[in-house]
């Protein structure tokens, strides 16, 4: 039986959920600290990675355990895969240089 | 709740303990093979091998040894020293008689070697055990318990479910006069505003703040930061996002203050354990080379039990502190079910709401507390790691 695809809400006030199975479009089913139970995924989103609950305005910050874990880069739609293409750390200028499939480092030469 | 007390180990120094342990100490590399022989010969799940490997020695190994000897979970000590070391086999059994507690000391060179040395040692230990078979029993509740916790082998559980669960317990232990550790600053990157926001006092707030820069500055000269590519890959964004998932882990209660390693804890609460070296020595010593070395720098403050959270599964114990080993991961609770003590990742498929996996950990608490091994102690597990580091005693008073 395949699982049903789910993805983990951590506090009430998050704007992103965490994806426990991988996430084909279409509907998925919240778990964790949310009055909502389903979101629809518009795109692809690996486990363990971050869904969108609804519209981020670029420059906002990205909400999960209630706190900051950096903020938007750009306009992210609800349902749609939150990661290095559209976030960014407050702090660490590197991450955001990352390759986004595998987070290996683009800016080390290796010549 | 099924059962809020149980019966713990008297200690001369009003302290309770949950083992009654008789600990094998040696004293450089050289004694560790029989003492460690002494520890199998004798048979017994209380008899346990701690021990520092260099023949020079360094004043926060010394602490650390000393801090185990006066651990509430122990009972006596049999010092082993080769004898041309400068750890002082003696000195620590002093220690151990101001104590109140059973102990000895040999030389394996005065008594005649390897053979004359485990003749003498497991005549004693068996005297021993004796005596400790008498230890006064006392009263314990949740309120008498230190814990202290951290994580290794993490993945995106960890920060879902398991290190969750730890903080909600955390949080129920402080509320009832219990006390929780917690450590990993190099794990806090971006959220000194968020620690120093839950000090208890403008003076912890000092501390906390003094020991994030320190650890900052530490990953920045050892090039070394708690994140890789394989975070990112598995759907962490920033180093922000996997410091909360780690520091989630200490709930949501004041922090008391800043412990360093081997130091006691002064009241009951909720604690933050440094165990990053200290500056002047860069070099001298790495942070945490182990999840064995982290677990015994928690024991060291005097945790009677340790949590270590593992989405991925670690299979290690810890010589003076039973360890409850919890995973976020269903899939790692039965793929290593003989291992696993705690599963938190029914809250992560509806199977349990975050209070009821709280309560039962609770109760799994207090089972080990009240005397039932824990898998690691089950399977004979006895990690220890003590290193050569060069840290202060305290976090150095405010210069105005």
């Known amino acids: ?111 | 709740m099924n059962k809020t007390t149980w019966m713990g180990y008297a200690r001369q120094n009003g302290s309770k303990g949950i083992r009654n342990r008789l600990v094998v100490m040696y004293t450089v590399k050289c004694a560790e093979f029989v003492a460690r022989e002494l520890v199998r010969l004798s048979n017994s799940p209380d008899v346990e091998l701690i021990g520092f490997d260099g023949c020079t020695d360094n004043q926060y190994a010394v602490r650390q040894m000393i801090s185990l000897i006066r651990h509430p979970n122990v009972g006596g000590i049999l010092a082993v020293g080769l004898g041309c070391e400068y750890m002082q086999p003696e000195w620590l059994c002093n220690i151990a008689q101001e104590e109140g507690k059973v102990c000895n000391w040999f030389f394996i060179q005065q008594q005649g070697g390897t053979r004359a040395t485990i003749e003498v040692g497991i005549a004693w230990i068996r005297e021993a055990l004796e005596i400790l078979s008498h230890t006064p029993r006392v009263e314990m509740s949740l309120s008498d318990l230190v814990i202290g916790a951290e994580c290794g082998g993490s993945d995106y559980t960890s920060g879902l479910a398991g290190n969750v669960v730890v903080g909600r317990f955390f949080d129920d232990l402080v509320d009832r006069g219990g006390t929780a550790i917690f450590e990993e600053i190099v794990e806090a990157v971006g959220l000194d505003w968020y620690l120093t926001s839950r000090a208890a006092s403008e003076e912890v707030r000092r501390q906390i703040q003094y020991t994030y820069d320190k650890a900052l500055e530490y990953c920045r000269h050892a090039q070394q930061y708690s994140i890789s590519p394989g975070n990112f890959a598995g759907g962490l964004s920033t180093i922000e996002e996997k410091s909360m998932g780690a520091v989630v882990k200490s709930g949501s209660r004041p922090i008391q203050g800043v412990l360093k390693v081997s130091s006691p804890v002064p009241h009951p609460g909720l604690w933050l354990l440094d165990s990053t070296p200290d500056p002047y020595f860069m070099d001298f010593g790495i942070t945490n080379p182990s999840d064995n070395e982290g677990l015994l720098d928690l024991t060291s403050c005097g945790a009677h039990l340790v949590f270590l959270v593992t989405g991925r599964g670690n299979v290690v114990g810890n010589a003076i502190a039973p360890c409850i080993k919890i995973t976020g991961n269903s899939d790692t609770f039965e793929h290593m079910q003989e291992d696993m003590d705690f599963n938190a990742g029914k809250t992560l498929d509806g199977r349990q709401t975050m209070t009821q996996n709280m309560e039962e950990l609770r109760d799994l608490v207090i089972r080990v507390a009240s005397g039932s091994p824990s898998k690691s102690e089950a399977l004979g597990h006895k990690e220890f790691h003590i290193i050569y580091k060069y840290q202060e005693k305290e976090v150095p008073p405010c210069r105005a």
């Open chain 1, 1 to 111: 039986m395949d699982r049903i695809p789910t993805a983990f809400v951590i506090t009430a006030a998050d704007n992103v959920a965490t994806a426990l199975s991988p996430l084909d479009c279409g509907p998925v089913t919240l778990l964790g600290d949310t009055e909502v139970s389903s979101i629809t995924a518009t795109c692809e989103i690996p486990q363990g990675h971050k869904i969108a609950l609804r519209n981020i305005s670029a420059g906002e910050n990205i909400l999960k355990y209630g706190i900051p874990i950096g903020r938007a880069t750009a306009d992210i739609p609800a349902g749609s895969w939150v990661h290095l293409h559209v976030m960014r750390s407050n702090y660490d200028e590197r991450s955001s240089h990352l390759d986004l499939q595998t987070g290996a480092p683009k800016d080390t030469k290796y010549e």
